[in-house]
């Protein structure tokens, strides 16, 4: 079929003709432009499960040997649910938003319970698994066996919106509810997971948020936003995060051959995850009295009255919606065995030499490759 078509009714998607044209074009992009991940491989709804979990929030490339690892690791769903959380944490570390891990990890004890172990592939019965919702379920269920569910998440509300001109703001219930039947009217029982694939791939690698790669899409006939001029204004989006500038302190507390450190717990931002004594840095009038404030802090939360120096690191990074920037000092003072006894839970002391084996934050993991 020739390229070219009709601009009006080619973008008109209420029309077969139309979808069917778009189904075509971006089939056969998707078949020599595909990257060749590791995932790609498999139709093992376990694997794919994985993949979309870990792909939620982080890049492809970082993606990569984290699944690579996690496979070798868990191979199926029985050995994930058999594992100690702390070894699933601890494979997670550094892919960060580690609530994903922990769902996972809750999830295949249902999977194990409640489906003997076999991942299920009812569409209710993926859905109701921790962690999963109607996007993970259609992925997982279309790209392992070819269930004709359709997919909604970033990169395809970018395409959807584009391409269908929708100028409403895309995060509010009737923007997921249009995008939604969007997504539904595209896809079909012939090879949905394919299908879906593609649309992710296109926003991935040639509808991108900034400056999308039109002159060498294969939908561009069908595309709205292009006929009209302004990919870039889509998708409208009015909650957008408002970040939040925030500066934190960590302070490495050592002893001999030991350091002062903490497990995260309950609703904490990294629970399960251990760290270095960290807290938000106190307000004063100068540098002086900041690490005057920075040392009485250090004791209210431990218990230990310690000194600290110059910073010896400084790094930023993003948590939800803080923007922080982290500064980090080292504590050498040397301390009685009865100072030694004051500290206070949850901070215990720990052999650097067993840093290696506990999971650590991002964060944490830098300083005490640091130390
Ligand atoms: Fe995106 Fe441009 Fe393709 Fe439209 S033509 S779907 S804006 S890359």
Redesign the pocket.
Known sequence: MADSLDITSSLRFDSAETRNAFRRRIRRWFRTNARDLPWRHTNDPYAIWVSEIMLQQTQVATVIPYWERFLKSFPNVKKLAAADESKVLKLWEGLGYYRRARQLHRAAQVVVQEHGGRFPTKYQEVLALPGIGRYTAGAILSISSDQAYPVLEGNTIR?YS??DGYTEDVTSGPGQKHLWEFAEQLVTRSHPGELNQALME?GSE??TPRD???TN?P??MH?R??SDGN?EFYPVNKRAIQYEARRETAVVIEHNDRVLMREYSGRERWAGLWDFPRFETPGAADKDSESGAIEATVQEATGLQVAIGAPFWKTKHAVTKYRIELTCYRSRSSLSNKQLNQIRAPYQWTHLSDLAELPLNVTGRMIAERL
């Open positions: 395409v584009r391409l296109l040639i509808c999308p790669d039109c899409c939908v561009r595309c936003a292009f990919p």
